[in-house]
């Protein structure tokens, strides 16, 4: 089976020495009382819960699956997640980063969002339960009514109830303006919803009282397209106006999807007949309040895939150095054994130091822009929160993209380690395999995301904001470049920042003709500027481990060959996505239809 291991030495690297964030927290407002020590002590609880509490899980989790009582529409999740999430709710953990007001702890985003990368290292199909309550309690707190957020916030916070979206309908994928479900409005205010939802991520348990469904529907006289789409929530049971539960709404699920992975999670789909919901923010206006919810799930599901790729990497270094298979080329380099441990070849090596180094980059560029979004929320600096928004507006999209592209790789290569052990099932890799292909196309597909990037996020605006953030870069450089020894960073770095820019300026130009040629690039244009992100985040935890390698710690050490490795041997794949890029539409649309 498994073990997971909470990586908290890197994640004190990322937190105090490359970002320095508790000193950034404590100039906004709600965290100005903020210490290293409280985050330390709360990370590292947190690792223990997700180590011993929701790891054992993961694997019999998987085999098991969820069960659905036809009869009743009752589904149980595996053996044991019931009991696990009774003892995340007792910890506290739902309102780590909930507003005090509702009866949170007001920790930082920062702070959930690493508790959750070890939540999904550990059991992301049991992860998911809890894990969209957070974007049911962001778009409610940031668009409820008063009374909404009376009844729903504090259980919400308390995780006495859980949280779901229900956007997608079975005719329409990420195209929700083709949505059908209906919300007829009653005399006291509420709306009648009827309709059909699918791929709806623990939308039906019991591990709590209650379930908070965020439903998009049309009300009778919206217009046609996502112009005419409105919000409602809608609980599994009806909320009485002191709070209490009265009688089962008219939601449920007819069906269980049969996936390919995240088996312990239950993927409903969901009918509505007549379901009791209220409505939230202004008539056909829905998307715009579910885009807090949707952006939230972005991040997190690259998250998710953060937390496989750490497992993955784990377990196979695990197994690479017991593994005795051959020799190494060079000659024995454990005599006194039969063969010498798989960690001796160079293709092994390759395999494991790319699922470390997309684990490192990506822990640090997902906490960036954690702290990027506490930033938004709480600054007292108008131009600050506005800037900060637009840098996390850009960077959600590589973060959900990038990473779980990145986790794929990462753990299909980590199963590769495994050899013949690597497709059996009690050695768990190739779950996380089957786990991490299902992150790329869910919550958007990483194409749309692509989309989003280079469409919404950059030509959109002329590339203002992936301006802003090529500044820091370029202030990095200017400031790094007198140093000898960070040559061997910065100089790559400051070459893929200019091909960025000369490419963005060759994209626009070639889009303002035609606008297919932004769907021709943008998946390879996402990966490029990811590994721009990536570069720069490495080059800067290499300027710490350069200026910490003295102590003799050998974290350092391996932090410095780690970065030394994603330049040499990761990066210059952007010459080939650039190449791709620059090819433009004609290859792609060269073939009559009638040919495919």
């Known amino acids: 089976m498994p073990q997971y291991n909470p990586p908290l030495r890197d994640m004190q690297f990322v937190l105090h020495e490359l970002l320095h964030a508790v000193d950034e927290l404590k100039r906004l407002p709600p965290h100005a009382d903020l210490d290293e020590d409280t985050v330390n002590a709360v990370l590292e609880e947190g690792g223990r819960f997700a180590a011993e509490v929701i790891a054992p899980l993961n694997l019999s989790g998987d085999s098991e699956g969820c069960r659905l009582d036809v009869a009743t529409h009752a589904v149980t999740p595996p053996k044991g997640f019931k009991q696990a999430y009774e003892t995340y709710v007792a910890g506290g953990w739902p309102a780590l980063s909930c507003d005090p007001a509702h009866g949170g702890q007001g920790l930082p985003l920062l702070v959930n969002q690493f508790f959750y990368e070890m939540l999904n290292g550990a059991n992301q199909a049991w992860t998911m339960y809890p894990g969209l309550s957070h974007g049911a309690y962001e778009a409610l707190h940031a668009h409820g009514t008063e009374s909404q957020k009376r009844l729903y916030l504090p259980k919400l916070t308390s995780g006495e109830w859980t949280g779901t979206m229900c956007l997608t309908e079975p005719h329409c994928g990420t195209d929700l303006g083709l949505l059908r479900t209906k919300a007829q409005p009653l005399a006291d205010g509420s709306y009648a919803i009827t309709g059909q939802k699918i791929f709806i991520s623990a939308g039906e348990h019991d591990l709590a009282a209650n379930i908070v469904h965020l439903v998009l529907a049309r009300l009778p006289d919206a217009p046609a397209g996502s112009k005419g789409i409105s919000l409602f929530v809608v609980p599994k049971f009806v909320v009485k106006d002191d709070g209490s539960l009265g009688a089962r709404n008219g939601i449920f699920c007819s069906a269980l999807e049969h996936k390919m992975g995240i088996h ?6 969901m009918v509505l007949e007549e379901a009791v919901g209220t409505l939230v923010g202004e008539p056909h206006k829905g998307l715009q309040a579910m885009f807090v919810m949707m952006n939230a799930a972005r991040l997190g599901v690259g998250n998710q895939s953060l937390g496989l790729t750490e497992v993955a990497y784990q377990n196979a270094v695990a197994y690479a150095r017991e593994r005795l298979q051959m020799r190494a080329l060079s000659g024995p380099k454990a005599p006194d054994k039969p063969a010498d441990p798989i960690l001796v070849h160079p293709d092994v090596r390759k395999m494991l130091l790319t699922a470390r180094a997309y684990a490192e980059g990506g822990r640090a560029l997902s906490a960036y822009v954690a702290l990027q979004l506490d930033k938004s929320l709480a600054s007292s600096d108008a131009a600050e929160r506005q800037a900060c928004e637009a840098e996390v507006a850009l960077l959600t999209p590589i973060i959900k993209a990038f990473l779980t592209d990145n986790g794929w790789i990462a753990t299909s290569h980590c199963m590769q380690v495994f050899g013949g052990h690597g497709y059996i099932h009690e050695w768990g890799m190739e779950q996380f395999v089957r786990d991490a292909r299902i992150n790329m196309i869910y919550e958007g597909t990483n194409t749309v995301q692509s989309l989003d990037l280079l469409g919404r ?26 140093d000898e020894a960070m040559q061997e960073f910065v100089n790559p770095l400051a070459d893929l920042g200019d091909k960025v820019t000369k490419l963005t300026t060759e994209l626009g130009m070639k889009a303002f003709q035609n606008p297919d040629e932004v769907g021709a690039a943008a998946v390879d244009y996402l990966r490029v500027v990811g590994h721009l992100s990536f570069a720069y985040f490495f080059a800067r935890m290499a300027k710490v481990a350069l200026q910490k390698q003295a102590s003799g710690d050998p974290f350092y050490t391996a932090k410095l060959a780690t970065a030394r490795f994603y330049f040499a041997k990761l990066l210059p794949e952007t010459a080939g996505l650039i190449r791709s890029c620059r090819t433009g539409l004609q290859p792609l649309m060269a073939m009559d239809e009638n040919l495919f």
């Open 264 to 269: 312990g999670n239950a993927t409903c789909q």
């Open 457 to 482: 996020k950059v030509l959109a605006n002329n590339g203002a904001t992936l301006k802003a953030f090529g500044k820091k870069i370029a202030a990095f450089v200017e400031e790094e470049g007198v």
